[in-house]
């Protein structure tokens, strides 16, 4: 009974699977953990077709918040992805991207490849053997690690609808450099992952997406004039088509939102993202934000 109990416990496998390992191996728990290992291989192969959109989002920050990693993992169900074991898993995972992120440079945001992280022994090891006790495929779907020159900035992140400390079904990781940060970044991190921009400033958005817009909210414009009752000058149409624009601005642009998680004492008129920063950090400075969501295509 000592064997079945230290042999779970490492390993993490069902009760059956155990008895299992430790008869086919006479007792020897080395040996049934080697078993174990290629029984879970075997399993995570046999699964490895199967649809996994469920999952959760984890987040790690170096204590310096200089580096910052975000991955998503997916399980098959819902029930699996809250399960200790799978949260665990996930924190392991994305405290193996954030010392991956050691060889980044600075003030950068890099995908890594997610076949090699799991290439190494002990994530690999993790993985399987969540696939052989919790019974579904897992997938490391994505990985993102984000930098930043402490000296200047700092990174924060935040989870939402959460299992355990850094992790949810929801994540956001944001790059603040210059002001003070402590209490306003916090609070940057909480807002992404609520109004999900897609954009930092209206400066950065790329050509190709404003143009595809404005092409958008022009048609849509047009329409209208040709349902309406009295045609509207060119000019009038371009106006409307402006107008829109800022509005698409205030729902896609970060910096042109809304603040949805101002400072408590803030009592005035709700104010933009551009003004909340002015004026509680200092005037800082949006460097990079990631945003995920679990099973977003």
């Given at each position: 009974m000592h064997a079945i109990k230290e042999l779970r416990k490492r390993t993490g496998a069902p009760i059956g699977a155990v008895k299992k390992a430790l008869d086919e191996e006479k007792g020897d728990m080395e040996a049934a953990i080697v078993?174990?290992?290629?029984?879970?291989?075997?399993?995570?192969?046999?699964?490895?077709?199967?649809?996994?959109?469920?999952?959760?989002?984890g987040i790690a920050i170096s204590p310096d918040k200089s580096r910052a990693s975000i991955i998503?993992?997916?399980?098959?169900t819902d029930f699996v992805a809250r399960t200790p074991q799978f949260v665990q898993l996930v924190n392991r995972l994305t405290e193996s991207a954030l010392n991956k992120g050691r060889v980044a440079d600075c003030n950068t945001m890099i995908s890594l490849d997610t076949q090699q992280l799991l290439e190494q022994d002990e994530n690999?090891?993790?993985?399987?053997g969540a696939v052989s006790s919790l019974g579904e495929n897992i997938v490391l779907k994505r990985a993102n690690v984000m930098t930043l020159d402490s000296a200047s900035g700092a990174l924060f992140g935040y989870t939402h609808g959460?299992?355990?400390?850094?992790?949810?079904?929801?994540?956001?990781?944001?790059?603040?450099?210059?002001g003070t940060l402590n209490e306003a970044g916090p609070r940057m991190a909480m807002h992404i992952a609520a109004a999900a921009p897609s954009y930092i400033s209206i400066g950065s958005i790329p050509p190709q997406d404003l143009e595809r817009e404005r092409s958008i909210l022009l048609e849509a414009a047009l329409a209208e004039q040709k349902a309406g009752d009295k045609?509207?000058?060119?000019?009038?149409?371009?106006?409307?088509?402006?107008?829109?624009?800022?509005k698409w601005y205030a729902s896609s642009v970060l910096e042109e939102q809304e603040m949805l998680v101002d400072n408590p004492s803030y009592s005035g008129e709700p104010r933009a993202v551009k003004?909340?920063?002015?004026?509680?950090?200092?005037?800082?400075?949006?460097?990079?934000?990631c945003r995920m969501v679990v099973g977003e295509k």
């Open positions: 078993y174990l290992r290629k029984i879970g291989a075997s399993i995570a192969a046999k699964k490895a077709h199967r649809d996994a959109s469920e999952g959760l989002i998503e993992v997916n399980s098959e690999k090891e993790m993985v399987l959460s299992a355990g400390i850094g992790s949810g079904r929801i994540g956001a990781l944001v790059a603040l450099k210059g045609p509207k000058p060119p000019a009038i149409l371009e106006r409307m088509a402006h107008g829109r624009l800022r003004e909340f920063l002015k004026k509680e950090t200092a005037d800082s400075e949006i460097v990079a934000m």
